[in-house]
Nanobody
Framework: VQLQASGGGLVQAGGSLRLSCAAS????????MGWFRQAPGKERERVSA????????YYQDSVKGRFTISRDNAKNTVYLQMNSLKPEDTAVYYC???????????WGQGTLVTVSS
């Protein structure tokens, strides 16, 4: 499975961005998908995740009510809609595919999100 993340950029605080993660390869739709982020000097952390069916989702407390994860299995793409962005959301965002945490089976390349105050 190959993952291609996109959609990062520079945005002012309070603004919005939508990240996309396009998956290709055999059985890519059978994996749960997660968005992770890593800020400078910090460990990578899981921000949000969605089950393979799309019925179950997870959000880190700091993004609840601001971020929305979704997936379109027909397009093999997972999205992260990020609203009301804060400077502390600044990080490199990665998408990952997994069957069972904590092991991430496949990683996409990162996409940089910078939120200016």
């Amino acid at each position: 499975v190959q993952l291609q993340a996109s959609g990062g950029g520079l945005v002012q605080a309070g603004g919005s961005l939508r990240l996309s993660c396009a998956a290709s390869g055999r059985a890519s739709g059978s994996y749960a998908m997660g968005w992770f982020r890593q800020a400078p000097g910090k460990e990578r952390e899981r921000v949000s995740a969605i089950s393979s069916s799309g019925y179950n989702t997870y959000y880190q407390d700091s993004v609840k009510g601001r971020f929305t994860i979704s997936r379109d299995n027909a397009k093999n793409t997972v999205y992260l809609q990020m609203n009301s962005l804060k400077p502390e959301d600044t990080a490199v965002y990665y998408c990952g595919a997994y069957r069972l945490l904590p092991k991430i089976d496949f990683w996409g390349q990162g996409t940089l999100v910078t939120v200016s105050s």
